[in-house]
């Protein structure tokens, strides 16, 4: 298996199959500014070591539709080979090294059960993103000589601002997650952490920008409902969200202290935050992450029919 230049194969290439393929040819076309001396997009990447530049051979993409297999060459082009079905699942798998799994969480399991596709997976590495897949069920449904991690990724790796959560079992070699770290870290923010987490970082990163824009169109519906444009309203809130999180962000600063900040004796920034808080926003968020991570923790399981007893 190679792991300088790999060929990635994304198994279920729908939402967010494209958002990865999307950052990482991103990250492809910046890095080659960077080296041919033009200006370069991100900071960090200036900051990077050319050695550490995720440079895949080539990506594959399979989907189940013939239907969806040609939207999906209209929309990656020449940057991905794109089959569908069954017997382009297992020629895109024997075509690659490393194998991003991203089909729902429900059809996981009958993905990598068909036919050919065990031993194609033999001695490369898997990574699944399936909420409430856990990596005892990847390694039952595969051979001891595929190496399962798994990923918790979200949208916004399609213009690199991603957070990714990753987990392995005990005795995955260095290299791999190593490997899958350089993935995801080219597409934002990658973290590891213990498996037991996963269902938390499904709700409050992989869901996440699910809520975060349901409060920018709230924001937003404020300053339409005080007469601004539709259009000027969503720049502000979308502008103001990134900035209070940059400000998390890069000053480390607790949330409350840059709250306090912004709030002025008798002002109307505590006019408004008693409104919210009479309207319990915090406990409705918080609320909110522990019912989505709840779900997120039933989703790999086999469902019971209806009418089940
Ligand atoms: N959406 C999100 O924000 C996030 C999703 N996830 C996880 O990522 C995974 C994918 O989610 P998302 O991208 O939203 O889902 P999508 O429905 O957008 O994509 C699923 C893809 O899987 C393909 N597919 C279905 N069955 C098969 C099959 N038998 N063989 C090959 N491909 C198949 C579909 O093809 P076709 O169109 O032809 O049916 C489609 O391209 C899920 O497991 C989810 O839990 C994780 C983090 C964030
Ligand atoms: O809604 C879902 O189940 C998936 C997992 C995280 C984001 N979307």
């Known amino acids: ?33 960077i080296i041919s001396g033009v200006t370069a997009s ?4 200036r900051q990077c070591g050319q050695e550490e530049l995720l440079r895949p051979a080539g990506f594959i993409a399979c989907v189940s539709h013939e239907e969806s297999a040609n939207k999906l060459r209209k929309v990656l082009g020449d940057h991905a080979r794109v089959l569908h079905g069954e017997a382009g699942n297992v020629q895109g798998v024997s075509g690659a090294d490393v194998i991003l799994l991203c089909t729902k969480p429900q059809v996981a399991k009958a993905v990598l059960s068909a036919p050919g596709i065990k031993e194609a997976l033999t001695d490369k590495l898997l990574v699944s993103i399936c909420a409430g897949v856990t990596i005892e069920q990847l390694q039952s449904w595969t051979t001891p000589t595929t190496t399962v991690i798994r990923a918790m990724p979200n949208t916004p790796c399609k213009i690199r601002e991603g ?21 995801f870290s080219t597409l934002g923010r990658c973290r590891i952490l213990d498996e037991k987490h996963l269902d938390a970082v499904t709700a409050l990163a992989g869901s996440g920008p699910a809520f975060a824009c349901v409060m920018l169109e709230a924001l937003a519906d404020g300053g339409v409902m005080m007469g601004l444009p539709r259009d000027v309203a969503t720049e502000l809130a979308a502008q103001v969200l ?19 900040s912004v709030t002025t004796p008798g002002g109307c920034t505590i006019a408004g935050l008693l409104t919210m808080e009479d309207g319990r926003i915090r406990s409705t968020l918080a609320r909110t992450i522990q019912e989505a991570a709840t779900v997120a923790s039933t989703l790999g399981r086999d469902k019971k029919p209806q009418n089940d007893e």
């Not at 991100?42 to 990447?45: A, S």
């Open 1 to 33: 298996m190679s792991l300088n230049r790999p060929t990635i194969c994304i198994l279920g290439c729908g939402t967010m199959g494209v958002a990865i393929i999307r950052g990482t040819l991103d990250s492809m076309e910046s890095d080659s500014k």
């Open 242 to 260: 990134q900035g209070a999180a940059r400000m998390v962000l890069t000053t480390g600063d607790h949330p409350a202290a840059i709250k306090d």
């Open 163 to 183: 957070m990714t959560v990753l987990s392995c079992g005990p005795n995955t070699a260095a290299q791999y997650l190593t490997f899958t770290s350089k993935i």
């Open 42 to 45: 991100r900071d960090d990447d």
